[in-house]
């Protein structure tokens, strides 16, 4: 069964050093997106590509964060530098983009849970 | 700005005990509504959309149900392995990204 697939797992470090988390999404969808999610919380959109190109970037904090998707398959996520209040989970998900059946559905992968000290 | 509201926040069952989850929510226009079920530590997994209310959808243990302001997920005689947390997001036209509320945890104890 695809999977979307996400590393590394877990990632811990400290205040104001740079993190960088992967994605690759399962194959053959456009549509890939980096969602952050909170403890105790749902998550929360930060950024959103189609193909290689940004769709909506809106909730991204870009005076640290960037994001992106060269070949329009695997996607980066970087943080520079990291603040105590980035310590959440960072789930990549990815949707095929096809008209009917499951066009709508967005599938994640395992996420990967930083902890910055 | 779209809303969802789950609740409750928490549940605690005993096995064989059916209950239901409801969430609310406030969408220009909805396109889909989305259900997804996510254990400790891992990514969301997906269960089921719907699209306009009154449609229904089931898979296993687990049934859910749409009208123009709520949705529910009824989970008939729950089973241990049905804990986790359950989240409810919304699409609305014209976007392709997902609102999502904060889940309801879901206790089962045998």
């Known amino acids: 069964e695809a999977e979307v697939a996400q590393s590394p797992r877990y990632k811990i470090t400290e205040k104001s050093q740079a993190v960088a988390f992967w994605c690759d999404p399962i194959s053959g969808h456009a549509t890939l997106y980096w969602y952050r999610q909170i403890l105790g919380q749902g998550p929360e959109l930060l950024v959103q590509?189609?193909?290689?190109?940004?769709?909506?970037d809106s909730q991204l904090p870009k005076d640290r964060f960037s994001a992106e998707r060269l070949k329009g398959v695997d996607s980066t996520l970087k943080i520079q530098p990291a603040e105590l209040g980035d310590s959440a989970m960072y789930l990549c998900a990815s949707s095929s983009g096809l008209a009917g059946g499951s066009y709508n559905e967005q599938f994640f992968g395992p996420g990967t849970r930083l902890t910055v000290l | 700005e779209d809303q969802v509201t789950q609740s409750p926040e928490a549940l605690r069952l005993q096995e064989g005990e059916s209950s239901s989850l409801n969430c609310s929510y406030t969408?220009?226009?909805?396109?889909?509504l989305f259900w997804y079920r996510q254990d400790p530590g891992k990514g969301p997994e997906f269960l089921f959309t719907l699209y306009s209310a009154g449609e229904e959808k089931e898979k296993e243990r687990l049934k859910a149900t749409l009208t123009k302001k709520e949705s529910f997920l009824h989970i008939t005689a729950p089973k241990p392995e049905d804990s986790a947390t359950y989240l409810c997001a919304v699409q609305a036209w014209g976007y392709s990204t997902l609102t999502f509320g904060k889940g309801t945890m879901l206790l089962v104890s045998p």
């Open positions: 969408v220009s226009g909805l396109r889909g």
């Open positions: 590509f189609q193909d290689e190109s940004v769709v909506d």
